[in-house]
T-cell receptor, first 112, second 114 residues
Framework: GEDVEQSLFLSVREGDSSVINCTYTDSSSTYLYWYKQEPGAGLQLLTYIFSNMDMKQDQRLTVLLNKKDKHLSLRIADTQTGDSAIYFCAEGFSGGYNKLIFGAGTRLAVHP | NAGVTQTPKFRVLKTGQSMTLLCAQDMNHEYMYWYRQDPGMGLRLIHYSVGEGTTAKGEVPDGYNVSRLKKQNFLLGLESAAPSQTSVYFC?????????????FGPGTRLTVT
């Protein structure tokens, strides 16, 4: 079945790098996503990676995909207090609609 | 553009009561979705719609009904609320079904059933 796992909490110091990890079970997904949820708000797409790519970089964000180990990571460089949020990993599947399977989310806390 | 809006933002129901959650999008999107978010779990799809007049079941549809009478609106109904339906409900929309197409989320409705 489809399952996405994430650690629930990460605490980092402002200015350090954050690495949020995600593992998944179903390798038939075509895209993998990172969503950000700020307090009291809906989810916002941060970035996504096509399943045949290994890495994608977008300004402070770096996504690494290890298909063999079914492991996805999101690295945030120079983490700021504004990055404090919950980060969700999700797998995307084709089949008539944009099917997303979400992990439980990682709460990132950035402290001075 | 307002994007995706949801009403109400908060609601408390007693067991057995009914209510309807409204989702509206102004992006002319074909696809709309209702999810629920529970502590320690990822978002789970309740129902979705691939266009006006269509609806389909998602992962956890029991106890919910939906309607898409107008393209811009997607309604989620609870006919007889149960404490197990205490959750945060998110609506989302996307232009089409491609996996590369972003789903845009509303701010959520926090529902408590006592």
């Amino acid at each position: 079945g489809e399952d996405v796992e994430q650690s629930l909490f990460l605490s980092v110091r402002e200015g350090d790098s954050s690495v949020i990890n995600c593992t998944y079970t179903d390798s038939s997904s075509t895209y993998l996503y990172w969503y950000k949820q700020e307090p009291g708000a809906g989810l916002q797409l941060l970035t996504y990676i096509f399943s045949n790519m290994d890495m994608k970089q977008d300004q402070r964000l770096t996504v690494l995909l290890n298909k063999k180990d079914k492991h996805l990571s999101l690295r945030i460089a120079d983490t700021q207090t504004g990055d404090s949020a919950i980060y969700f990993c999700a797998e995307g599947f084709s089949g008539g609609y944009n099917k997303l399977i979400f992990g439980a989310g990682t709460r990132l806390a950035v402290h001075p | 553009n307002a994007g995706v809006t949801q009403t109400p933002k908060f609601r408390v129901l007693k067991t057995g009561q009914s209510m309807t959650l409204l989702c509206a999008q102004d992006m002319n999107h074909e696809y709309m979705y209702w999810y629920r978010q529970d502590p320690g779990m990822g978002l789970r799809l309740i129902h979705y719609s691939v266009g006006e007049g269509t609806t389909a079941k998602g992962e956890v549809p029991d106890g919910y009904n939906v309607s898409r009478l107008k393209k811009q609106n997607f309604l989620l109904g609870l006919e007889s609320a149960a404490p197990s339906q205490t959750s945060v409900y998110f609506c989302a929309s996307s232009a089409d079904e491609r996996e590369s197409d972003e789903q845009y989320f509303g701010p959520g409705t926090r529902l408590t059933v006592t």
